[in-house]
């Protein structure tokens, strides 16, 4: 449930403030940032695709061992894309940037959203669906090989999309760019995740700035200073009303 209409307002209003005050913000988002564009995020099991918990399926065991399986829920996934957009919440982000009322979105998303909404400095810490390369030698390949489930040109590798699976290491440039951001930020909102995968979930508390979260469920094992609880398509739009 989201926090109640005048609750909500009261933390919008503060929110607000910390905004308008701010000299650097940064961003943090993941997958419940676009659940409201259609795509399912990965621990509510409504999202969860033939039953199957999608944590066991993006990972380089399910890669290497089940390239069936893995190669279906890509496919899947790929084709949801194809037919879905940003919401308000993305074009607002995009729309404080260009106000300079935010400076980064560092993304947990593969989705690309942020960039289709008119963001710029986006930061994807787990990569990116919509590039492809061989599991092996890491050759570029295009969509329509992985979707054709081809195998490498160079050394027949399996190809897959350049996302970061469990059990890989983060790109570093997209890394030391967010983490930068966040140690410099006096604001830091953090939006639509669980904070359950490392080490994206430490780094809200590498600031020295103002932390809040906005997310659908509210957990009492996260120490923000300001939590909003409601979805990010409706709270990103009360905070532009009243800005
Ligand atoms: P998660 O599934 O673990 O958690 C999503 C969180 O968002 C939950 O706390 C949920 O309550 C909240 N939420 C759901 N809908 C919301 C809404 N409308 N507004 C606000 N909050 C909402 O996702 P995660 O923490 O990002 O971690 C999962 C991993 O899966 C990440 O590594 C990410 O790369 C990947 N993933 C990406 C996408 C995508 O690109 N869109 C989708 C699913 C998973």
């Known amino acids: 449930m989201d926090d109640s209409n005048s609750v909500q307002q009261e933390k919008i209003l503060d929110l607000k403030s910390l905004l308008k005050a701010s ?20 621990r509510s099991r409504s999202g969860w695709w033939k039953n199957i918990d999608p ?45 300079n009322l935010i400076n980064d979105i560092a ?16 930061h994807e810490l787990h990569g990116s669906i919509e590039t492809f390369r061989c599991h092996t030698c890491h050759s570029r390949a295009t969509k329509a090989q992985f979707l054709d ?3 490498c040109h160079q050394c027949n590798g399996k190809l897959r999309p350049n996302v970061v699976l469990f059990g890989e290491t983060l790109p570093q440039a997209a890394w030391n760019k967010a983490l930068l951001s966040i140690e410099k930020a006096d604001l830091v909102i953090v939006i639509g995740t669980s904070l359950q995968v490392y080490p994206v979930n430490q780094l ?40």
């Open 149 to 151: 489930k081809k195998a």
């Open 204 to 243: 809200p508390f590498m600031t020295k700035g103002h932390t809040v979260l906005i997310n659908k469920e509210l957990s009492s094992t996260h120490h923000f200073e300001l939590a909003i609880e409601g979805g990010a398509k409706q709270v990103l739009t009360r905070i532009d009303n009243v800005l």
């Open 55 to 99: 944590l066991t399926v993006a990972t380089v065991d399910a890669l290497e061992h089940n390239y069936a399986l893995f190669h279906d829920f890509y496919k899947m996934r790929l084709i949801t894309l194809e037919t879905t957009a940003p919401h308000e919440g993305h074009y607002t982000l995009s729309k404080w940037e260009e106000k």
């Open 107 to 122: 993304t947990q998303n593969v989705d690309g959203l942020h960039r289709t909404a008119g963001s710029n400095k986006i």
């Open 23 to 42: 000299t650097h913000t940064t961003i943090l988002t993941g997958a419940g940032m676009s659940t409201e564009s259609g795509i399912p995020d990965f």
